[in-house]
C-alpha cells in the first residue's frame, strides 16, 4: 500500500523557516515525481514545488521561487521542502503527492495519485 506522510509543519514567526518532510512507505520514490501543494482556508489548492522523477528538473510556484528548496534523500525515500522567509500567507495546509511518470514534474493536482494527510504551517507572529 502506497503511503505518504508529512510532518514538519508547525507556528513560526514572519521571516522564519521550517523544513517540511515527505515520507513514503510502500513504494520507493525514486520512481516518481513529487509534488508539494497547499490549501489555505477559503482557497482553492495550489501547487507550491515538484521534483521529476529523475531529480533533474523542479518547478516552483512564482509566489515562493528564492524562498522554497525542494530536495529528496533516497536513502530516506523523504522528500523535503525547505521554507525561508516565511510570509503571513503563507499559511495552509500543505501536501505531498506523488506520481509515477517520467519528464518535467507539473504543479497540476490531477495527475497525482498518491497524497499525503497534510500538515499545518502557520505564519504568524
Known amino acids: 500500500q502506497l503511503q505518504l506522510v508529512e510532518s514538519g509543519g508547525g507556528l513560526v514567526q514572519p521571516g522564519g523557516s521550517l523544513r517540511l518532510s515527505c515520507a513514503a512507505s510502500?513504494?520507493?520514490?525514486?520512481?516518481?515525481?513529487i509534488g508539494w501543494f497547499r490549501q489555505a482556508p477559503g482557497k482553492e489548492r495550489e501547487g507550491v514545488s515538484c521534483?521529476?522523477?529523475?531529480?533533474?528538473?523542479?518547478n516552483y510556484a512564482n509566489s515562493v521561487k528564492g524562498r522554497f528548496t525542494i530536495s529528496r534523500d533516497s536513502a530516506k525515500n523523504t522528500v523535503y521542502l525547505q521554507m525561508n522567509s516565511l510570509k503571513p500567507e503563507d499559511s495552509a495546509i500543505y501536501y505531498c503527492a506523488a506520481k509515477r511518470m517520467f519528464g518535467t514534474c507539473l504543479l497540476l493536482q490531477g495527475p497525482y495519485d498518491s497524497w499525503g494527510q497534510g500538515t499545518q504551517v502557520t505564519v504568524s507572529s
Open positions: 521534483l521529476s522523477r529523475s531529480g533533474g528538473s523542479t
Open positions: 510502500g513504494f520507493t520514490l525514486d520512481y516518481y515525481a
